[in-house]
């Protein structure tokens, strides 16, 4: 349920449906009807005609999207977060606040400020011609950083557009023949490396993603052209990413890795298992906290640490699988 809802509230709309009465009902309420919803959206003067629905969804798949406006509301199916969320203070605020940085053509600001993360590529693939062409990468990559799943959403021919108004890039150090190596972390929810267009200079910002992506399944490794390359930013904290144009001619590999799959899980634990029902519970005794939705280095991140150290320190010496002793392997989000 944690990783659904993360993948709801991070990641893009793919379907923009008219919510029905039936589609509300399949959703879980707090006894919300239909009739409820249309009157209190009627009551600020806005209309059910621009509230769109994913049925794929269960948490984050309510909007109203008032395009023109550049107004959208969640409208999480609950009286009381409706009743606040509804309050006319609050509404008219926000739509003059779009409609300012609309006007002033402030899009950074706008889309950072006023669409939330599921409609963001569908209101920007409605107004990017808007933007100037000096601007319009810019703003889009801010957009494609805040998205974590973009769920196939993006349409080639815009990107092509968005990519051909890019900047000059900086390049990534290349090899000898004149290719640049990159990496991509693979995890059970990655597209297929041929069309990715996200890579990094750094296998090690790669293999985050790969476990970021459900479980880690492969690292990716590709040479490319430098004329593929869209942009490049530097540094670990900027994840050393590189933007390729879609359909990239590259050379591609895996690295020699064990994949953290159910079949693997087992024999690949059994050997820390001693070590691990040994050290664990001094993890209690030398006070780190409980976890919770606000604490992520507690008890638990000390317990995912321990395991996979001692994970490191056994793969050292027996092999899984016919892989070759001293592989690397990925750690699968808890």
Request: hydrophobic share 40%.
């Amino acid at each position: 349920m944690g990783q659904k809802f993360y993948m709801e509230v991070r990641g893009s709309m793919t379907r923009f449906e008219p919510l029905t009465e039936a589609a509300l009902t399949r959703l879980e309420t707090d006894g919300l009807t239909f009739g409820e919803l249309a009157g209190m959206l009627d009551a600020r003067g806005l209309s059910m005609d621009c509230v769109v629905h994913d049925p794929g969804r269960s948490f984050a798949g309510i909007f109203y999207a008032g395009y023109e406006e550049g107004f959208y509301i969640p409208l999480y199916p609950s009286r009381r977060y409706l009743k606040d969320c509804l309050e006319p203070v609050i509404l008219e605020n926000r739509r003059r606040d779009a409609a300012e940085l609309l006007a002033r053509k402030a899009w950074s600001e706008y889309y950072r400020l006023h669409v939330p993360v599921p409609m963001l590529i569908y209101d920007f693939q409605r107004r990017y011609q808007d933007i100037p062409s000096a601007e319009v990468f810019s703003v889009w990559h801010g957009i494609y950083k805040r998205i974590d799943y973009s769920n196939g959403m993006w349409s080639p021919d815009i990107l092509e557009y968005v990519f051909s108004h890019a900047p000059p890039p900086s390049l990534p150090p290349a090899d000898a023949d004149g290719r640049a190596t990159l990496y991509r972390g693979m995890g059970a929810l990655s597209q297929p490396p041929e069309q990715a267009i996200s890579w990094s200079t750094h296998p090690g910002n790669a293999l985050w993603f790969a476990i970021h992506s459900g479980a880690g399944t492969q690292l990716a490794i590709a040479r490319v052209r430098s004329e593929d390359i869209v942009f490049y930013d530097a540094g670990f904290r900027a994840e050393n990413e590189v933007i390729l144009r879609p359909g990239t001619d590259m050379e591609l590999s895996y690295a020699d890795m064990i994949p953290v799959e159910k079949e693997q899980v087992v024999p690949l634990f059994a050997s820390a298992l001693e070590d691990f029902q040994r050290y664990g519970p001094l993890v209690k005794s030398l006070g780190y906290p409980a976890e919770g939705f606000f604490r992520i280095h507690g008890a638990t991140h000390i317990l995912r640490v321990l395991c996979l150290s001692l994970l490191y320190f056994y793969i050292r010496r027996y092999t899984l699988g016919g892989g070759q002793a001293g592989s690397r392997l990925f750690q699968s989000a808890p």
